[in-house]
């Protein structure tokens, strides 16, 4: 099972900012949060990662609550091209990991 | 360029076939991977290669066999298909095995078992 709960959808303006939470209360030191998105018939692309420290990329911001067991994706000026299912994983390790995506979050980017 | 290729995009076979799905990756990467993704969306890992070696075997039917020839390409081959094996199954692929790898994946191979 995915160790991970996320709101089933959302709708956000474009070109304002999309906050997608993500509850991982189970997490283990030594996992970190991972986000994914999949547009539409195609495979899961990665976003952005992070282990406790807030992260940032040219695609989005991860912020990490202290105490790990929760995490919003931060889209900052969401295009349309945004729209897709988004899924917040744990990860500890490649090797032997069972990685699960959940259901995800489907982001629906309103004109 | 495409870095993580897949053929067939879709397949549509019987009961009891054997096929193959083919993936190739073109970014030098040493590990790559095999998702199946069910109709409720969960993409779960099936089987990870590092280097031509088999790292991860998920619990998945021996029907299905994966074999990478050579690092840039992971294949799988499926025995006597049941209607269960219908899915999008995923390729991926990372530089190594670390944790911070990030996983690039390919466009999907839609599944069809009649």
């Known amino acids: ?111 | 360029d495409t870095a993580v290729s897949q053929t067939p995009k879709y397949l549509v076979t019987q009961m009891g076939n054997d096929k193959s799905i083919k993936c190739e990756q073109n970014l030098g990467h040493d590990t790559m991977y095999w998702y199946k993704q069910d109709s409720k969306k969960f993409l779960k890992i099936m089987f990870s290669y590092n280097n031509k070696e088999l790292i991860i075997n998920e619990t998945v039917p021996n029907r299905f066999s994966p074999k990478s020839p050579d690092k840039a390409h992971l294949n799988l081959h499926i025995n006597s298909l049941e209607l269960g094996d219908s899915a999008v199954y995923f390729c991926a692929s990372t530089q190594g095995l670390a944790i911070t790898d990030t996983q690039y994946f390919g466009p999907g191979t839609r599944l069809t078992v009649l």
């Open chain 1, 1 to 111: 099972d995915a160790k991970t709960t996320q709101p089933t959808s959302m709708d956000c303006a474009e070109g304002r900012a999309a906050n997608l939470p993500c509850n991982h209360s189970t997490i283990s030191g030594n996992e970190y949060v991972y986000w994914y998105r999949q547009i539409h018939s195609q495979g899961p692309q990665y976003i952005i990662h992070g282990l406790k420290n807030n992260e940032t990329n040219e695609m989005a911001s991860l912020i990490i609550t202290e105490d790990r067991k929760s995490s919003t994706l931060i889209l900052p000026h969401a295009t349309l091209r945004d729209t897709a299912v988004y899924y917040c994983i744990v990860r500890a390790r490649v090797l032997g990991d069972k990685i699960i995506f959940g259901k995800g979050t489907r982001l629906h980017i309103l004109p």
